[in-house]
Every structure is written in structure tokens, then in C-alpha cells.
């Protein structure tokens, strides 16, 4: 039985007064444990509904959704969500933004301290636990809300462009950082992306999905060796990969904009 299993997911909005949307078409998407997907598709097509509807912030029109065999009702701290914006307390300290979930699921706060401060130091925040969030760059604030995600121990790491507002070179750094922490913790990842390269450099499979209605277009295994590195991007089987995933999202940009 996959981790994450979706079943002709649909999802349509009737705005007042205007005609209904079809946002998602019956999406079936299975997602096995410990592995990192990835979702990319042209704007519009649906990739943060989704990702809004596995994280229980959303309901389906259709459809079902299971967590290891359980429906998916609500928001639970078994689904961890990092947003592209900052979605930090900033009256909390780097420290405290980290230790609030542990703290909110009734773990003492020696135990919650030691989560953080575990945490803290994966993510390459040393010596800023006291920082609030107005004090740090855009990295830095992605980085404690990595670890605000991870100290609740998630069964399921969903990701949604959270690296989208970061240069390109703190993008990088940015991947690098997840992609060592998450072979640390081998947490399930679902994460979207509109960026090519960062699909591929860190899934193992991307799933490629149609202009709006969005369905899945095609699914496709990332077959490079990890760990992955800077050598990576410029590799052989990289660029073939990026050269598929690149057609079909053209195909389908080309779709869009034809309204």
C-alpha cells in the first residue's frame, strides 16, 4: 500500500457569479514511503491546490485521500507543511518557532529544547536560537521553518515552492541543505516546484501535470545516484532528463496559453 495514496482527486470552484472552475481532474498519485516526489506543471494548473489538499486545508469535490489507509480530514501534525512565504512567529525566537510544535503536542520543554536544538544545528542555525525572524535573511527564515516542520516528527514532509523568493545561489545551497537532512531523517516529500532543475536534482520521481483541469501527464523516475552535488546539474543523465521534462511542460505551457 503506497504512503500517500490519491484517488480520482477532483476539486471545483463555483465563484459567485461567475462560471465554475475545474481545478483538479480526477488525480491519482501514489507516493511510496521515504520517497521524495516532486510536482511540476505550468501556472495555474493546480500543483498547490494539491498540495493544500493533502495538507487538510483543503476538501476535494471527489475523490479519496489516504494516509496509510486513513482518510485525510483536517490538518494534523503528522503532515508537515513548509510554504514558500516566511511562515514564522515573529514575536518567537528561532528557538521557540522550532520548539512550538513539540511543546503543542504536550512534550515537556527540556524535550521540546533538545528537538530544537538538534534541529537548529542540522540546518546550520548555531549561535542564532535567540534571532527572531525580522533578523534573519530569506535563507535563514526557510531554514527555521525546515525545522519548525521536522520537530513534530511528521509521517509526511509537503513542500510548496519553498525556495521560490531565494536567489539562485541560496536556492542551491538551499537543496544541498534539504537533500542531506532529509537522507539524515528519510521523511516521505511531496514538494512542488515550477523550476526544472530543482525537480530533478532532488526528486526520485517528478510528476509532470497538465494544464489546467490539472490531471498527472506523465511520472517519471529520476534514476541518478545519490548523493547529488553541484557536479550533478551538468551531468549526462541530468540533462536528458531535464530535455523530457522540459517537452512536456512546454506542451502544456503552449496549452495554457491558448487559454
Keep these: 500500500m503506497p504512503h500517500l495514496d490519491l484517488q480520482d482527486v477532483t476539486v471545483r470552484f463555483a465563484p459567485k457569479r461567475k462560471p465554475e472552475v475545474l481545478a483538479l481532474d480526477r488525480v491519482s498519485l501514489a507516493v511510496e ?12 494548473c493546480g500543483k498547490s491546490t494539491l498540495l493544500r489538499l493533502v495538507a487538510g486545508l483543503q476538501e476535494p469535490t471527489s475523490g479519496r485521500m489516504l494516509l496509510d489507509g486513513a482518510p485525510i480530514v483536517g490538518p494534523s501534525a503528522e503532515r508537515g507543511m513548509v510554504f514558500q512565504s ?7 525566537t528561532v ?13 515537556s520543554a527540556a524535550e521540546a529544547g533538545r528537538i530544537a536544538d538538534e534541529l537548529i544545528a542540522q540546518v546550520g542555525l548555531r549561535g542564532f536560537e535567540k534571532s527572531y525572524p525580522k533578523e534573519l535573511s530569506g535563507g535563514m527564515r526557510q531554514r527555521v521553518a525546515l525545522a519548525r516542520a521536522l520537530a513534530n516528527d511528521p509521517r509526511i514532509l509537503l513542500m510548496d515552492e519553498p525556495f521560490g523568493a531565494l536567489d539562485s545561489q ?5 537543496q544541498e541543505l534539504l537533500l542531506s537532512i532529509w537522507q539524515k531523517h528519510r521523511k516521505t516529500v ?4 515550477h523550476d526544472i532543475d530543482e525537480a530533478i536534482f ?3 520521481v517528478v510528476h509532470v501535470m497538465t494544464a489546467r483541469p490539472g490531471r498527472i501527464k506523465k511520472s517519471i523516475p529520476i534514476d541518478i545516484l545519490r548523493p547529488r552535488g553541484i557536479d550533478t546539474l551538468t551531468s549526462e543523465a541530468f540533462m536528458s532528463l531535464k530535455r523530457q521534462v522540459l517537452g512536456l511542460m512546454h506542451e502544456e505551457a503552449v496549452i ?3 487559454g
Aim: glycine share 10%; net charge positive; charged share 20%.
Design 33 to 44: 514511503d521515504n520517497m521524495f516526489s516532486v510536482i511540476v506543471g505550468p501556472s495555474g
Design 86 to 92: 516566511y511562515t514564522l512567529f515573529p514575536w518567537l
Design 95 to 107: 528557538r521557540d518557532n522550532v520548539m512550538f510544535g513539540p511543546k503543542l503536542k504536550g512534550q
Design 170 to 174: 541560496t536556492r542551491q545551497l538551499m
Design 190 to 193: 511531496l514538494f512542488i516546484t
Design 202 to 204: 532532488l526528486g526520485d
Design 256 to 258: 495554457a496559453d491558448r
